[in-house]
């Protein structure tokens, strides 16, 4: 079964932290999506991942292709990051993304 | 590049109303295009998607149809709204499975 499953859930920091968050998968993947929702809904395409590593300004997302499992980082954290941060598979063979559940970010001043 | 339009932006219906939610894209030719919903506090879900003029593959059963009638434009549609309804609404497209485009969804409230 296509599964994708983010880690964690809420996540609670302060401004200038360094910020994880996880994502992994269960099968092959044709690509890994990166996303972020602001508070009004829209949904914003961060990243789009095969191999590697891929650096945005503040934002980095690495993915091991082997551990079935990627990470999306925010260096220097600021509150205008607070937003939902969302992976999604494009599994390989089938024609419909996989979205995780989601990771609230709150970043304090 | 693609883009993807979607309209509108917020909606507040009543209950046992009819819902149509337009998405088009530009920039592409016969896309895969998919209808997800995300209910309150919950990741988002695969309604339909649709791989061709005409194609229409169902992931759920609901309330909801769904439509493509050319093909850079998928239309989501119900006869009558239930409270249940209410959600965001994204509508995407991908090409081969392998990078994907996103509307700015759509908020739906049923009253």
């Known amino acids: 079964k296509n599964e994708v499953e983010q880690s964690p859930q809420n996540l609670t920091a302060q401004e200038g932290e360094f910020i994880t968050i996880n994502c992994s998968y269960s099968?092959?993947?044709?690509?890994l999506h990166w996303l972020q929702q602001h508070p009004g809904g829209g949904i914003v395409s961060l990243f789009m991942?095969?191999?590697g590593k891929k650096k945005h300004g503040r934002l980095i997302a690495t993915i091991n292709i082997q551990e079935k499992h990627s990470s999306l980082h925010i260096t220097a954290s600021h509150p205008r990051d607070s937003a939902v941060y969302i992976c999604?598979?494009?599994?390989?063979?089938?024609?419909?993304?996989?979205f995780g559940q989601g990771t609230r970010l709150t970043i304090n001043p | 590049s693609q883009t993807i339009h979607q309209w509108p932006a917020t909606l507040v219906q009543p209950v046992g109303s009819p819902l149509s939610l337009e998405c088009t894209v530009e920039g592409t030719s016969n896309p895969n295009l998919y209808w997800y919903r995300q209910a309150a506090g919950r990741g988002l879900q695969l309604l339909f998607y649709s791989v061709g003029i005409g194609q229409i593959s169902s992931e759920v059963p609901q309330n909801l149809s769904a439509s493509r009638p050319q093909d850079r434009q998928f239309i989501l549609s119900s006869k009558k709204l239930l409270l249940s309804d209410s959600g965001f609404y994204l509508c995407?497209?991908?090409?081969?499975?392998?990078?994907?485009?996103f509307g700015q969804g759509t908020r739906l409230t049923v009253v």
């Open positions: 099968v092959g993947i044709s690509a």
């Open positions: 995407a497209t991908s090409r081969d499975g392998y990078e994907a485009f």
């Open positions: 999604a598979a494009s599994f390989q063979g089938a024609q419909k993304l996989v």
């Open positions: 991942l095969s191999s």
